[in-house]
């Protein structure tokens, strides 16, 4: 056999042993499908503020102080033109002409303001986040999906409003 055989038999059992190796991860090990989404736009949904703190008087006050922070894990500067955000009964708020600079945060509010290029404003006169139970989705211009964050008081022991529960 010449050598050229041999490397050649060498590169396919090495394939074949990676290929099987591959395949027997545990299911937990491998990423789903929202998951890689997420990666490999390096965009995430970060931290929710669904219950404004305070008393809920719908002031612009109050309204702004409930947001969505999303941000760009990647060092890569990501245009967010036509993205869009939007809660389960269908309230959906539109990024228009933003880019979201790498390593950077960008926190949605749901009332009135001037946009910056750390807050941008729904301008609405009504809440969008449920108190109780609600989801934000992450959607590319394509409507793909790229993240959600999940929250539900009554089945976790009542958050403070700064947290959420992710379901990937």
């Not at 211009?141 to 964050?149: E, P, S, Y």
């Amino acid at each position: 056999m010449s050598s050229r055989s041999i490397r050649r038999i060498a590169a396919a059992t090495l394939a074949a042993g990676a290929a099987l190796g591959a395949a027997a991860l545990p299911a937990s090990a491998q990423s789903s499908p929202h998951q890689a989404t997420a990666y490999r736009s390096g965009v995430v949904i970060s931290d929710v503020q669904y219950d404004s703190p305070g008393y809920d008087d719908r002031s612009n006050y109050s309204l702004n102080r409930e947001w969505i922070d999303v941000t760009n894990t990647s060092r890569r500067s990501v245009n967010l033109d036509g993205w869009t955000l939007s809660d389960e009964d269908g309230h959906t708020y539109t990024f228009n002409h933003y880019r979201l600079d790498g390593r950077s945060t960008v926190r949605v509010h749901t009332g009135i303001g001037r946009d910056t290029y750390r807050d941008v404003y729904q301008d609405r006169r009504n809440y969008v986040w449920d108190n109780r139970s609600d989801t934000a989705t992450l959607r590319n211009d394509h409507g793909r999906f790229i993240d959600d964050a999940s929250w539900d008081r009554h089945h976790h022991g009542g958050h403070n409003g700064n947290h959420h529960d992710r379901r990937l």
